[in-house]
């Protein structure tokens, strides 16, 4: 069930830019892992402690962290274990030292882009990392907040003469623009197996959404998640979404403003197919 997913990763991969970082000094990050481990050991704790450093001398870098395996075990228990990698390495950022989650995306990529060969035990050992797949110095969504009028009277200024300011802006601000309805341009149901995270199909379709979404910055993506409304499922759903927009924003390079993310329950009722995990909806008004 996961081998159209994973084919897809490896492709992908190739695509994570090996990005200088200038001024955030994170070159050559890595943390590694024990056979079959997710655990972050005592001694690669102080890797971890480095880059919280520089996400906090940097508040507004953005990051995504690879998960990677060697190419012993199953692709499922690789894709797992990729998974698991990537978020102790998160968990550890955000409980210990405070770094923002939204901060910190994570992609899993298995076995497909080994360091070294696997046909050692110390080339394996390499492999069994996690390390930085993307930077991003942008600022967040949204920018600077306006400053308010009133500032400037605080600044020496007499309010009457700030209020008159602001009264004139006001005047002068052009007329709001009619809203277009958006409509729905292209849906793309993604059906998982029970308690799976990932997708058995509709990779190549994410692609040409993506692509979609970069040539027409206007245009949105809805993702939204359904289950049968359990408090398990529910967060089932939450991981479903969280993997499909990572993989939006960390490998395609998608802007975080044009998806918007909802997870409910009653799968049936909200897309018409219990099946259905994941709904996409391309919206658009052409």
Known sequence: MLRSWILIGC???LLVPSVGFGAVNLSGFQVHFGLNSARVSPRDRAA????????????????????????????????????D??????????????????RIGIA?????????????????????????????TEAFAGGASPRPAAASARNGESRKRAVHRQSVAVKSAPAPRRVVPRKVLKRVPLRYQ???TTPEGGTE??????????????????????????????KLARRRVDAVRSRLLYIFKVSARQI???????????????????LLQLLGTR
């Not at 690879?66 to 190419?71: E, I, R, W």
């Not at 990698?85 to 030292?97: I, M, P, T």
């Not at 379709?205 to 398990?232: F, H």
């Open 85 to 102: 990698r990537a978020r102790a390495v998160r968990n550890l950022l955000v409980n210990e030292y405070g770094i923002a989650k939204g």
């Open 194 to 196: 029970p308690d799976g």
């Open 48 to 83: 971890v402690a480095r880059l919280a450093g520089e996400l906090k001398s940097h508040p507004r870098t953005r990051i995504a962290l690879a998960g990677h395996t060697d190419d012993t075990g199953s692709h499922a228990l690789n894709v797992r274990l990729s998974h």
């Open 260 to 278: 918007e993310v909802s997870w409910f329950g009653a799968a049936e009722e909200a897309t018409g197919d219990a099946a259905v995990g994941v």
């Open 11 to 13: 492709c992908l991969g």
């Open 108 to 136: 899993w990529l298995d076995s497909s882009r080994p360091l070294a060969a696997n046909g050692s035990e110390a080339g394996r050992a390499r492999n069994r990392r996690v390390d930085i797949a993307f930077v991003s």
């Open 205 to 234: 379709a994410i692609a040409e959404l993506a692509a979609a979404l970069k040539k027409d910055p206007a245009r949105k993506l809805k993702i939204q998640g359904v289950s049968r409304g359990t408090r398990a499922d529910l």
